[in-house]
Nanobody, 123 residues
Framework: VQLQASGGGLVQAGGSLRLSCAAS????????MGWFRQAPGKEREFVAA????????YYADYVKGRFTISRDNAKNTVYLQMNSLKPEDTAVYYC?????????????????WGQGTLVTVSS
């Protein structure tokens, strides 16, 4: 599976951005798709995940209620809608894919990664 992330940019606090992750190479019926982020000097952390089959979603507490993960089956694309952005959301955001139906928040459990897209939130 090849993943191509896009949609990052500079936004003021309180603003919104939508990230996209286009997948190619195979069907995603049994996959879990995740978004992670990594701020300078920090470890990569879980943001959100979606089970491709059925669409169940999972969120980290620090984004719950502000971010929404979704998928478009026809486009083989996963989205991360980010609202009410805060300066602490500034990071490189990565999409990832895991070929199992069990959702996990551990980055090492994901087999495929996109290239990352930078989100900068100014105060």
């Amino acid at each position: 599976v090849q993943l191509q992330a896009s949609g990052g940019g500079l936004v003021q606090a309180g603003g919104s951005l939508r990230l996209s992750c286009a997948a190619s190479g195979r069907t995603l019926g049994t996959y879990v798709m995740g978004w992670f982020r990594q701020a300078p000097g920090k470890e990569r952390e879980f943001v959100a995940a979606i089970r491709w089959s059925g669409g169940s979603t999972y969120y980290a507490d620090y984004v719950k209620g502000r971010f929404t993960i979704s998928r478009d089956n026809a486009k083989n694309t996963v989205y991360l809608q980010m609202n009410s952005l805060k300066p602490e959301d500034t990071a490189v955001y990565y999409c990832a894919a895991r070929p199992f139906v069990v959702v996990t928040t551990t980055p090492s459990a994901y087999n495929h990664w996109g290239q990352g897209t930078l989100v900068t939130v100014s105060s």
